[in-house]
């Protein structure tokens, strides 16, 4: 059975950091796109930083975090992580991971900036709730 675990949410300052984890099982990581995504109250949900399979490694991130988030594999830990520094109020959300294992690979620019592979990408974590506030 296919399961991604989100961990690492919480309460910090704004400034601060935060890594949340993506722990999967079922599954080989290694293999798939893994994407970040956050949704916050009465938004809809949006794409922040996408890593394409181990063997290529690219990545993609939303303007909105590029330069404070870094995503990331431990390929022994069957995990991706999410790291967030200098933390601002506006990164309030419920943070998602989601996989395109089981479908059609997907560039991870498209993964993380359409509208359609929210809809398409059948598995998701249950999501971790970061909290930045003073």
């Known amino acids: 059975q296919v399961q991604l675990v989100e961990s690492g949410g919480g309460l910090v300052q704004p400034g601060g950091s935060l890594r949340l984890s993506c722990a999967a099982s079922?599954?080989?990581?290694?293999?798939?796109?893994v994407g970040w995504f956050r949704q916050a109250p009465g938004k809809e949900r949006e794409g922040v930083a996408c890593?394409?399979?181990?063997?290529?490694?690219?990545?993609y991130y939303a303007d909105s975090v590029k330069g404070r988030f870094t995503v990331s594999r431990d390929n022994t830990r069957n995990t991706v992580f999410l790291q967030m520094n200098s933390l601002k109020p506006e990164d309030t959300a419920v943070y998602y991971c989601?996989?395109?294992?089981?479908?059609?690979?997907?560039?991870?620019?498209?993964?993380?900036?359409?509208?359609?592979?929210?809809?398409?990408?059948?598995?998701w974590g249950q999501g971790a709730l970061v909290t930045v506030s003073s």
């Open positions: 890593i394409s399979t181990r063997s290529d490694g690219t990545t």
């Open positions: 989601t996989t395109d294992y089981g479908k059609r690979p997907i560039a991870v620019a498209t993964m993380c900036a359409a509208a359609w592979p929210r809809a398409y990408l059948e598995h």
């Open positions: 079922g599954f080989t990581m290694d293999n798939y796109a």
